[in-house]
């Protein structure tokens, strides 16, 4: 299955959290290791709440975390 | 190859499920096609599968879980990958069936006309008795669940 659109900077964001492991970002937005694994690889896009709450725990906007590229547009 | 415990979980279940239906039917096949439900053959052989089933869950279980006590609760994705396997393994449980429904309306419907006394004939003729409806129900039951597992197993390893 193809990698979702969707782009993240989960795994710089918890290097610059004193280097959090996924075990602890995975118990602070109340899901599994491998469902924090899947998201940071692209492979899983979150539901809009848990994306609120990892942004949440790094203190930044869901923008600056989650990203999705432009679509060309038609005019 | 490197399993998380809910890959390991799934794995372990289909393996028990495949491995009782296999001896269900193993013994079930052998009983001649007109065995009641309620005969002392058939009854005896479901019987023989409560402590299997038991014995045989507690081994999995303990081979599954492994050392690690702690078990982690079903997430959003867990349940979006369980719902997206039941909805796979339904439908293609909904398609045996037709077919199956097919096979028995072919047989004892249309096909004695269309078929000549040939080989084709023979192999489609079958009986219908509670115990051939009840070994097909498994075996379609049985090809559902595997089906449900091994979309699990896919989503997990292939993304989601």
């Known amino acids: 299955m193809a990698k979702t659109r969707i782009s993240n900077q989960i795994r710089t964001l918890r290097f610059f959290s004193d280097e959090m492991s996924q075990a602890a970002l995975a118990d602070k937005i109340g899901v599994t290791r491998q469902t924090v694994m899947a998201i940071e690889a692209a492979k899983y896009s979150p539901s809009l709440e848990l994306a609120f709450k990892i942004a949440a725990v790094f203190g930044k906007e869901l923008g600056e975390v989650f990203t999705y590229p432009k679509e060309p547009q038609n005019d | ?160």
Request: hydrophobic letters at 50%; glycine letters at 8%.
């Open chain 2, 1 to 160: 190859m490197n399993l998380s415990n809910r890959e390991r979980s799934i794995f372990g279940h289909m393996v028990f499920e495949t491995g009782i239906t296999v001896y269900y039917l193993w013994y079930a096949m052998k009983l001649p096609v007109d065995t009641l439900l309620n005969s002392k053959e058939w009854v005896g052989l479901v019987i023989s599968l409560i402590p299997i089933g038991i014995v045989g869950g507690i081994i999995v279980g303990a081979i599954v879980i492994g050392t690690k006590s702690k078990t982690t609760a079903a997430d959003e994705r867990d349940r979006g990958i369980e719902s997206k396997a039941d909805g796979i393994a339904y439908r293609m449980m909904i398609v045996a069936i037709a077919l199956y429904l097919g096979l028995i309306g072919f047989t004892y419907g249309i096909q004695p006309d269309l078929v000549p006394d040939t080989f084709a004939k023979q192999w489609l003729t079958f009986a219908i008795t509670p115990l051939s409806v009840l070994n097909a129900l498994v075996i379609i039951m049985f090809v559902a669940e595997t089906t449900k597992y091994a979309c699990q197993l896919w989503f997990y390893r292939r993304g989601y």
